[in-house]
């Protein structure tokens, strides 16, 4: 079983090798339960069933404020393709963070939650004309730019009385990044321009061009679940370096540098995780160093995490339904979710905690595969997973960590429904979606 270490409450972020990936709430309860954000999670799966999804709500803003703080010269937008919802908008958009969306979808959303649309930024590297029509109309702050034929399309929707802000997503060479899946920042993949070869110079010459674009500068995303500082480094560097070169030929400086996202959490105890506050220290040292190297004003930073903000304020509470024991001594636990839910061990290999909760038992650790309920033998969450021996159907397991990239990719696999998701805050928990049945399935079905 794994065990809850303490962390402090207030910066999460503290880049402590051996922290914890449950939200700094977590407490023990009684009874082998769990306490988050002051909820017992039995009492909440009892509440509002299982799957259950809980979002710890003062981690989503802690950590929204620690970006806020490490970083207070910077724009920090929440990288909604974590997990959005009206609710998260609201925490983010209250913590004074910025919003990063990729689709039309997410930029309604947003919008109808009242967040506001100058401090959203809309990024994708196949936006429909719809998608840029609504943008425009809407009035997101900032546009990235992801391929040449967007250039005239947008500038053929907009106006030199009221140019629309854009971004130039570049590829600054730098591989990072938890999978290859996830790897944005290296060439032979289908996001932004080349630095090298003068692709990303030409996008810029293009933006220039066009009246109804205001170009503000460079973007760049590396990719995901990164934990370590020098890969952003190298980019600042490559990026200065394509800014200097656009001064030289156009005489313009760009007012913003763009990093993206990707900053890692630690999904098992004792990971790794980014460490925020030397990220806040170096990132903008070696900015301000490059700037002055090519005697260019020091553009204004841009950072957009998803995984950081969300990831470690959500547990995922399952019910096992059955526990079979091989006769080669394998265990396998059934839960009540699966890939449907969590697709992310089955997409990337992506390894979990688990532990028992609203049980105490003495029973001995043992080895235990925890699979889901899909029809597919790779329907496995937590493989090898220590839990006690004595497990049973009818118990409780949560897997910290859960928070981003799960329930924004969760699936209708097998008609089995999205779960619920519920905000916890001091004591209190409320619904904030409720489980997809199979009405919903059924009511967008129009013919037959
Ligand atoms: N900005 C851009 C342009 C991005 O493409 C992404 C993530 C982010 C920011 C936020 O990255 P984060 O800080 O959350 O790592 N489904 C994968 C992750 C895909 C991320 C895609 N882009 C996973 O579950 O690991």
């Not at 009892?46 to 003062?58: A, K």
């Not at 947003?110 to 425009?136: D, M, T």
């Not at 990093?259 to 980014?274: N, T």
């Amino acid at each position: 079983m794994t065990t809850v270490v303490a962390r402090p409450a207030v910066l999460p972020q503290s880049g402590h090798p051996l922290g914890s990936p449950w939200p700094a709430s977590a407490r023990a309860g009684a009874h082998g339960d769990l306490l988050v954000g002051g909820v017992g999670l039995a009492e909440a799966a009892d509440r509002f069933g299982t799957p259950l999804y809980v979002l710890d709500e003062q981690e989503v803003r802690t950590r929204a404020r620690a970006y806020r703080t490490a970083l207070p010269e910077a724009e920090v937008l929440y990288a909604a393709k974590a997990f959005l919802c009206s609710a998260m908008a609201d925490w983010v958009g209250e913590e004074s963070l910025g919003l990063d969306v990729c689709s039309a979808g997410e930029l309604r959303l947003a919008v109808a939650a009242g967040f506001p649309a100058h401090r959203i930024l809309l990024h994708g590297n196949a936006k429909s004309p719809e998608e840029l029509r609504l943008a425009l109309r809407l009035r997101v702050g900032r546009i990235v730019i992801d391929s040449l034929a967007e250039i005239p399309r947008l500038a053929a929707l907009t106006v030199a009385r009221s140019p629309q802000a854009v971004l130039v997503r570049v590829v600054p060479e730098v591989a990072a990044g938890h999978h290859p899946a996830v790897r944005t920042g290296v060439g032979g993949q289908k996001f932004g321009f080349p630095v090298r070869g003068g692709d990303a110079a030409e996008a810029v010459r293009r933006v220039l061009e066009q009246p109804g674009l205001r170009p503000a500068g460079l973007h760049c995303h590396l990719g995901s679940q990164i934990t370590e500082v020098e890969p952003y480094l190298t980019a600042v560097d490559r990026l200065v370096d394509l800014l200097a070169e656009v001064h030289d030929r156009h005489g313009v400086e760009l007012p913003e540098l763009d990093l993206g996202g990707g900053h890692g959490v630690r999904y098992r105890p004792g990971e790794p995780e980014l460490d925020l506050a030397d990220f806040a220290r170096r990132v903008p040292d070696r900015l301000a160093e490059a700037c002055g190297r090519h005697g260019l004003a020091v553009p204004r930073l841009l950072v957009e995490p998803g995984r950081a903000v969300a990831a470690p304020a959500g547990v995922a509470v399952y019910r096992v339904l059955t526990v079979k024991h091989g006769s080669d001594g394998r265990v396998f636990a059934a839960v009540d979710g699966g890939m449907s839910d969590n697709p992310r061990p089955a997409l990337y290999g992506s390894k979990y905690a688990v532990r028992l909760v609203g049980r105490a038992t003495d029973a001995a650790p043992h080895p235990v595969d925890v699979v889901g309920r899909h029809c597919e033998a790779g329907d496995v969450l937590v493989p090898g997973a220590l839990l006690p021996a004595d497990l049973r159907p009818g118990d409780l397991l949560a897997v910290p960590a859960a928070g981003a990239y799960q329930l924004s990719m969760a699936s209708g696999y097998n008609l089995v429904g999205r779960p619920a998701v519920a905000a916890v805050d001091r004591g209190r928990a409320r619904l904030l979606i409720r489980r997809e049945t199979v009405e919903d399935f059924r009511t967008r079905e129009v013919g037959r």
